[in-house]
């Protein structure tokens, strides 16, 4: 049984519909990548899975064989499933430390602060930082906040919204690699949902490619790199 | 059974508005005629108070910019009509002009800054200014000019003349004379708003990036529609002297925002009809629950100013639950089952359908129609 | 110095009174304890302001009914103050919540607009009641700390005497205590900083699983309690008390808070103090000021501060999210 199983997902704000009808499935320990351009409704897609408000949503979200749709968003996040969102997302006001240990909000054991330092041993540039303003940070550090602040639920299931959105092509290198580093250690399954293919499909198993609200190709992420409209669409070659 | 749709500026429009506007004509003299003198007076009150909401409503409605205080320009055209009268013998009706002129200025000069206290913020201020007005009209030094705490009286004493056929008494004479120059107000508003001037207010309103971009400057059309606004409040102001003689320092204070503020919301802000059904609204509720507050026992004996005050509280909560739009947008609603005005309808020949599709649609669409990709 | 002042002194217009020593600090100490209690309004501007980006105008009407509540319970019932006042302020906790909830929460999804109207709303209908239940006549004050003409610690015995009264002290004291406690609250617990979390950032605040509704209707209530509180202390320190009792405290609030800073506990404090201070000395420095304009003041610190430095003293600078 997969560890999230989408079916039929619709979506709309108000009047509007964003989402026509999804289908799509995470195992355990994978890392998934939702291909898209903008306004494919990638973020929407995100936001209906974790029942963020201002969207009307239909058809069936499964998590671990729990029913999502209709949860209020602080259940989606006790059940396990921890969100980055689209921009980092940080508490700007509060300081780095601070970010992490809100993180673990809905943890109520004794291993926060193990967790933390943990942190800031994967994210040693967010140890230096501990008692900055998290608004003071460069971008890149920021998404890396985001990610450690969303590791610190403990979550099974991590979905991020174009992590690589405004950050330099270094960095984004950078950071998808400790994605893939994430996963390999912590056994993390995550769903990524991106613009910049090239990144994405490499650290991928699978990948679905989202347009104007509908699924129209899947498949392991090695054969999407090489599907000629995906190379002309997205990779840009 | 499908809505009758009548374009604007079509002939039938035009019926339909002079039929309104016909009717509105004759029951003002019916009013004026048959109806007591107190109530007269109170019609009065809601003639020029209707002005007043109407400025409120062109800033509120149309500009999108939050007013608490306008009854301080409401008080300031009182006051200025009261110095014109009395002290320097002007003629009532001349006043009004010069109330309005002075108003536009003050509100230009308070626009200006108001540009750059967006929202809320300007809601406070606005509400402050209503709550320090009465004090600025006690002050000693200007005794002179505003009869300082126990205000100004103003005997108007304008008659109903000789020539005019209907008989009315005094009031019903002062009733006609504000219908007849707040009805004069209304057309102009109305055709204002919808100019071109009128139409990129409301374009700056619902979407400032957007119309500055498309070459509406904000401030200037903002403060143009503060000063309009405060002028029509001012106005207003001046023109109930002529029912009421006497202006006083609580004249232009918080009471009288609230009023004003209730009144918009509940005839509906954003519709200039709507200013109408308003003042006719603040100006009957104290009535209503003065005869009902004898069957509350909270508020019997003595106390039914109160419950016209709970009344209003209560009815401005309601309504953004239940009326947000405003007693006219109701209104409106139900009559579009029956009739629908839509702008004058271009005429154009058929647009291709545009169909939005991603690279990767368009790939799998050529392949199934079967030609190379 | 004094002969600075000597020299000011002599310029018309100015009170040569006003800088005899014990007048001075008598003028100063009523400063700072009204200040007191427009800190505390202040406070309850901000605690709201934080998360929401909302004024609640009904703020001090809330305050008005909570004091009359403990007078009630104190002065018709009997009961001990300290008793009549916790329950007075649970009572406007719970209604502060539920106000929140049901009159603010499903507006503000429409409109900024419609929740400054709702608490203008709320605004009138309090008052009204207040005015039918307990009359529009003032009624017995409230005295939970001693009042009396032999309660306090004289300085100077003049004439003329300088002295602090024990309700003054007891006012810095309640207002000490309250905003060590606040501060405790946000820096140092768990809910403090999922408060803190939600006033950065909403979405996010979700995301994390902050039961976000339960914060705001919390700040509602935060506020509530304070503001009986307060209504409680300027009651007898104005030795008034009527139904129109927090009307312009409610005004000095939002001046205090627009020059702190809407969104700092520091700057309402300080803020309090300042607009206590100069609401004391200014009209009594300039005597063609009458005590009428003081609440132009009021309102000419607001404006003054909105269009010069909007974040006021202490505040941070936040995009206008209206």
Known sequence: MSLLDVKGLTASYGPVPVLHGLDLTVDEGEVVVLLGANGAGKTTTLRALCQMGLVNIGGSVSFDGQRLVGRRPEQVVRLGIAHVPQGRGTFGELTVEENLQIGAYVRSDSEVRADIERAYQIFPRLGERSAQHAGSLSGGEQQMLAVARALMSRPRLLLLDEPSLGLAPLVIKDLFERFAELNHSLGTTMLIVEQNANVALAIAGRAYVLETGQIVLEGPAEQLRHNDAVRRAYLGF | MKPRIIERASPAHRVWQITGWAILVVAVLVIAKGQPNYRLLLMSNAAALSVAILGLNLVVGFSGQISLGHSAFFGFGGYTAAVLIVDHDWPFLATLPVAALFGGVLGFLLGLPALRIRGLYLALVTLALAIVFPSLAKIDQLADLTGGANGKPVPVGWHRPSWFPLKVTQQGWQFLVLAALAGLLFFLASNMVRSRAGRALVSLRDNEIGATVSGVYPAGWKTGAFAISAAYASMAGAMLTLAIPIVAPDTGGFVLAIQLITGLVLGGIGIISGSVVGALAIVWLPELTRSWGKFLPLFSENKTALLANAAYGILLIAMMFVMPGGIMWFVRFVRSKFVRFVPRLPKVSSLDEDVEVGPISAATVQQTQGGSA | ?322
């Open chain 3, 1 to 322: 110095m004094l002969l600075a002042a000597s020299v000011i002194a002599k310029v018309p217009g100015i009170d040569s009174g006003f800088f005899r020593l014990a007048f001075f600090l008598k003028l100063v100490s009523n400063g700072l304890v009204n200040g007191a209690v427009y800190a505390l309004m202040a406070l309850t501007v901000v605690i709201i302001y934080r998360t929401t980006s909302h004024l609640n105008f009904a703020q001090g009407e809330m305050a008005t009914f909570g004091a009359f509540i403990v007078f009630a319970l104190a002065i018709q019932q009997g009961i001990p103050y300290v008793f009549a006042i916790i329950i007075a302020m649970v009572i406007s906790m719970v209604a502060g919540a539920g106000f929140e909830r049901f009159l603010v929460r499903p507006v503000e999804k429409r409109s900024a607009l419609g929740v400054v109207i709702v608490t203008l709303g709320l605004f009138l209908t309090l008052n009204a009641f207040t005015a039918a239940i307990w009359g529009t006549e003032s009624v017995d004050v409230l005295k939970p700390f001693p009042g009396g003409l032999g309660d306090k610690f004289t300085f100077m015995d003049g004439p003329p005497q300088f002295f602090v009264t024990y309700k003054a002290v007891g006012i810095w004291i309640t207002l000490a205590v309250l905003v060590i406690a606040l501060w405790w609250l946000l820096q140092h617990t768990k809910l403090g900083l999922a408060y803190r979390a939600v006033a950065s950032n909403r979405e996010s605040s979700l995301a994390v699983g902050i039961p976000v509704g339960r914060m705001l209707m919390l700040g509602w209530a935060i506020s509530a309690g304070i503001g009986t509180l307060a209504a409680v202390l300027i009651s007898e320190q104005s030795n008034n008390l009527d139904f129109n009792l927090m009307g312009v405290v409610l005004l000095y609030g939002f001046a205090a808070a627009a020059l702190g800073g809407f969104d700092s506990i520091v700057g309402a404090v300080v803020g309090g103090m300042i607009v206590g201070l100069v609401e004391a000395l200014v009209p009594q420095l300039f005597t063609f000021i009458g005590s009428e304009l003081s609440l132009a003041m009021a309102l000419a610190i607001i404006v003054i501060v909105l269009l010069v430095r909007p974040q006021g003293i202490f505040g941070t600078k936040r995009i206008e999210r209206v």
